[in-house]
């Protein structure tokens, strides 16, 4: 072995047999006492040894002795060899920033400051790793404060030394009287902030105001409203030079902010009223993503709205898509519900009115099998088709479309949007779907010639498929097919990349 070449000054002047002897002990498992033994007699029993005993044990325990020493000799070696100690600074980089716990994580009942989580916790580890974490600002930029979760002052101090901008995160806002000083105390360093995210109230929006002109930094913004509507408006966000992705969700309605909406590249409103709504993505004429939803309802609307950059869009209801234009948009999302009918001619309307190069279509619930198969006969551009079903009581519709969607005699000869690339799937209830009916869609299109089948989804908050399935959706895979099959958080954050949400809010 190599590694005895390194022993110190007395290893090395072992004899040669002694150095294989101690090589081979060395591979082999402890040695075991055998049962009916003198020496198995003395180990299990309150027995005294012989006089003759006595050299036998004492060499016993040497032995054992020196090979615990050889064995921790060796595996202090075996660290020196490490790959670890020759991993690029560059790469242990990304590793750090990949052991931060998730927000959702870090603002639960269950986590108050600990010096043993990341970031502080790799910073005692090694002299190395200390030096890359303390020189990694991202690692350090998260700063959350509320109810539930308040970092010491010395340890937020601490943060924003080692950060080069500011991600600040306000929770339980009703209690940020409590946290005024600690909040002070971040105010002081505006115009580092880079990211807010804030449940508001009157207390905050006053604290905010007085440092309006100061928050040069900011690139993001997302407000929830706390409680009730707020008479105290919030004007300090617009002269945020920086600022380019809002996010506002307003249950009451009508929201008292003032923003820099001609420079923004996307918009995320919620709950917002439409008149407000429709004022803002008029000023947008730079917004690249949007997310809207209009619940109350709605007049008609004469003008049409002119989103020249416009690539992606969540639009709710259907029938809102007669106020815009966006000759840029590639990826279009929207929430079908029964009420709405036949929302093809609306998806043509609006698609012949803005002439973009529409290659996905995202639809949220499942209108019924046969009106999604019009659809994506007549949209014959379309490249990827996502489908999210939220309620059971739409299972069967997706089961039918899944059916139908499959290479088969059966449907005519004719394959369904045979151009599709992509097609994902999200079922985010209880009831489970035809998982054999998934595999054979999937299999189907992935072998016919005609199909372009590359990429495919499976979203669930169910129990996952039957080990026949897993076996066959397996094979798709190794044949070339990229599919993936996710639940929990990872399915949440797709859909989120699906509909333009934040997960923020």
Not at 158 to 183: D, H, P, T, V, Y
Not at 381 to 410: C, G, N, P, R
Request: hydrophobic share 40%.
């Amino acid at each position: 072995m190599r590694a005895f070449s390194s022993l110190d000054e007395p290893r090395r002047r072992l004899n040669t047999s002694s150095a294989r002897q101690s090589r081979i002990m060395f591979q082999m498992d402890e040695p075991a006492v055998v049962p009916g033994t003198r020496h198995h007699t003395l180990l299990t029993t309150n027995e005294p040894p012989n006089d003759s005993e006595l050299t036998f044990i004492h060499t016993d325990i040497e032995y054992r002795c020196a090979r615990a020493s050889l064995s921790s000799y060796r595996a202090q070696n075996k660290a020196i060899l490490s790959p670890l100690r020759r991993v690029p600074s560059e790469i242990l980089t990304e590793i750090f920033l990949w052991t931060l716990p998730c927000v959702s994580e870090m603002t639960g009942n269950l986590c108050k400051f600990n010096v043993a989580r990341s970031p502080w916790l790799l910073t005692h580890i090694s002299h190395r790793w200390r030096v890359v974490a303390l020189s990694t600002p991202l690692l350090w930029s998260q700063v959350i404060i509320g109810a539930n979760m308040v970092d010491p002052l010395p340890a937020v101090e601490a943060r924003i030394r080692r950060a080069k901008n500011l991600k600040i995160r306000i929770c339980g806002a009703n209690q940020i009287s409590a946290e005024a000083g600690m909040f002070q105390h971040l105010l002081q360093h505006s115009s580092r902030w880079e990211e807010l995210v804030v449940e508001m109230t009157p207390a905050l929006a006053t604290l905010l105001n007085a440092h309006r002109g100061l928050f040069s930094s900011l690139k993001r913004l997302w407000i929830k409203w706390w409680r009730g509507p707020h008479e105290k408006p919030v004007t300090c966000f617009q002269s945020a030079p920086s600022l380019l992705d809002v996010g506002v969700v307003d249950p009451w309605g009508d929201i008292p902010i003032t923003l820099p909406v001609h420079q923004l590249t996307r918009v995320h409103l919620n709950c917002i009223s439409w008149e407000r709504q429709l004022g803002i993505l008029e000023l947008g004429r730079d917004l690249v993503e949007v997310h809207v939803t209009f619940d109350q309802p709605r007049p008609d609307r004469d003008k049409i709205i002119d989103l020249p950059h416009l690539r992606r869009l969540y639009v709710s209801p259907p029938a809102a898509l007669g106020y815009f234009k966006a000759p840029a948009l590639e990826e279009l999302a929207t929430r079908v519900q029964e009420a709405d009918g036949d929302i093809l001619p609306l998806l043509d309307g609006f698609i012949i009115r803005s002439g973009c190069p529409l290659r996905r279509l995202c639809l949220l619930e499942c209108p019924q099998a046969h009106m999604t198969t019009t659809i994506l006969r007549n949209l014959s551009f379309l490249t990827e088709f996502i489908i999210i079903s939220t309620s059971a009581d739409h299972q069967e519709e997706v089961d039918k479309l899944m059916s139908t969607l499959a290479a088969s005699k059966h449907n005519g000869g004719t394959m369904v949007a045979p151009q599709l690339r992509s097609i994902f799937v999200g079922c985010l209830h209880e009831k489970r779907p035809d998982y054999e009916m998934y595999l054979k869609m999937l299999s189907s299109r992935w072998r016919a010639e005609e199909s372009a089948l590359e990429n495919a989804v499976l979203l669930l908050d169910s129990d996952g498929p039957d080990l026949a399935t897993l076996d066959g959706l397996y094979a798709l895979h190794y044949e070339g097919l990229n599919l993936a099959v996710l639940d929990g958080e990872n399915a949440m954050n797709e859909i989120c990349a699906w509909l333009y949400l934040s997960r923020h809010l």
